[in-house]
């Protein structure tokens, strides 16, 4: 169903009921189609902090779409207030091209969606008006599955978190290597023309600095600090015992240290749903929830000094089981009748690690190549011609190869070429 001027409530209502249907990866294509009648637009993106696994998303029929960044979008997400639609210019895959702005703060730390349009013709308030409708819907929706920490939405959040880190590692070796290497030649003093080297350096070192801006951007909206992540914990389950006699002790990790979102959804998840079993208990007067990190897990403890008749069958109506085994967690219940329990939700910080197929398995595009040309006895200098790179630059592959493999030569690294090839 696409949306045209004047919506009336009921197919407004039918319409975004298709768009939270429809699975993770196609709403925002969905949404794009239903407001297209409303707004023409010639590409949609979004920057959706409270997604763990793809925070970033445009959508477009044209090539305008693959050109946006995430990094355009975030002077909107600084300057448009949530509730109010903003219209305008804005520098969108690499061009001025006209916007529509909405965000929500229907997730704590807020969501936007941008409209790319063909031409700059105002936008009536009552279409505006049902775009930020449509989108703090969505927002919200979204929200709730994050929240809740739907198991469905971790696992694939988990899969595409590891996928979006690899990609990211990928391109951050990619283009360090590339600076790298430039700024070695540009700084040799072979070279004549210092106010040219100068430029370049410079330039390479903003290209430098922006690359790093783009990561930590990446983890900001990607990833919680723990001590912020247990203080949300804490908002949300003070109201639970608020009229009851229970006194509720938190005790949160002292740390700054960054949690990835999914983790931090599933753990608050799965403590409000043991604290909500708890308290259906008779004769509980003190509740402790912690939470502790170690340099693999996030502990989660609740305890309680009550009848101790909980077991881990009792949780099975909220679902704890199945968010922990969503991201490789485990649920221990530690039950002393007349004492009370310990249940302890243990989640690891980091994707499941598999061992690669092959040996290889850890190196990059570029480092195979590189192994390849070493594996055939070729000295850098060849191989620096070979594929049109700095003989600096080869070096720096070689020295990750080495390092990659576990082994000390280039001779072992050839060797074990050639014993998998």
């Avoid at 407004?12 to 707004?39: F, K, M, N, W």
């Avoid at 044209?62 to 997400?77: N, Y």
């Avoid at 929240?147 to 990211?168: D, F, H, K």
């Avoid at 931090?264 to 912690?290: C, F, K, N």
Wanted: charged share 20%; net charge negative.
């Amino acid at each position: 169903m696409e949306l045209t001027g004047s919506v009336p409530a009921a197919p407004a209502l039918a319409a975004a009921y298709e768009v939270i249907r429809q699975p993770l990866g196609e709403v925002l294509p969905r949404l794009s189609a239903t407001l297209d009648g409303l707004v023409p637009h010639l590409a949609a993106a979004e920057l959706s902090t409270h997604c763990a696994h793809s925070p970033f998303k445009a959508y477009g029929e044209g090539a305008l779409a693959g050109r946006i960044t995430a990094a355009e979008l975030h002077p909107l997400v600084d300057s448009v207030p949530a509730g109010q639609p903003w219209q305008g210019t804005a520098r969108i895959g690499g061009a001025e091209h006209p916007v529509l702005a909405v965000a929500s703060d229907a997730t704590v730390r807020g969501a936007l969606l941008v409209l790319v349009r063909g031409e700059d013709s105002a936008i009536a308030g009552p279409d505006t008006a049902v775009v930020q409708a449509m989108w703090d819907l969505v927002t919200s929706h979204f929200d709730r599955l994050a929240t809740e920490a739907v198991p469905g939405a971790l696992v694939q959040s988990r899969a595409s978190a590891g996928e979006r880190a690899r990609v990211i590692a990928e391109l951050t070796e990619t283009h360090a290597t590339a600076l790298s290497g430039l700024l070695g030649v540009l700084r040799s003093r072979g070279l004549d023309d210092a106010a040219a080297r100068a430029t370049a350096v410079d330039l390479a070192v903003g290209a430098l600095i922006e690359l790093r801006a783009e990561t930590e951007r990446d983890q900001a909206v990607a990833e919680e600090p723990a001590g912020q992540a247990f203080a949300r914990l804490a908002d949300s389950l003070r109201p639970l015992v608020r009229y009851s006699p229970v006194r509720l002790e938190l005790g949160g990790p002292d740390s700054a240290r960054p949690l990835a979102a999914d983790v931090a959804h599933a753990a608050r998840a799965v403590v409000r749903a043991v604290l909500l079993t708890v308290l259906e208990q008779d004769d509980v007067s003190r509740i402790h929830v912690g939470w502790q990190l170690t340099d693999r897990e996030l502990r989660a403890t609740v305890r309680d000094d009550g009848p101790g008749e909980i077991s881990s069958s009792t949780l099975g109506s909220h679902r704890v089981d199945e968010r922990l085994d969503a991201l490789g967690g485990r649920l221990d219940v530690d039950a002393v009748p007349g004492w009370g329990i310990t249940v302890t939700a243990t989640i690891p910080l980091g994707a499941p690690q598999t061992a690669p197929a092959s040996p290889l398995g850890s190196l990059g595009a570029r480092e195979l190549e590189v192994l390849t040309y070493l594996a055939r006895g070729h000295r850098n200098r060849v191989i620096a011609q070979e594929l049109h790179i700095s003989e600096s630059t080869v070096k720096f592959h070689v020295a990750n190869i080495l390092t990659k493999l576990g082994v000390a030569s280039r001779g072992e690294a050839s060797a074990l070429f050639h014993a998998v090839a």
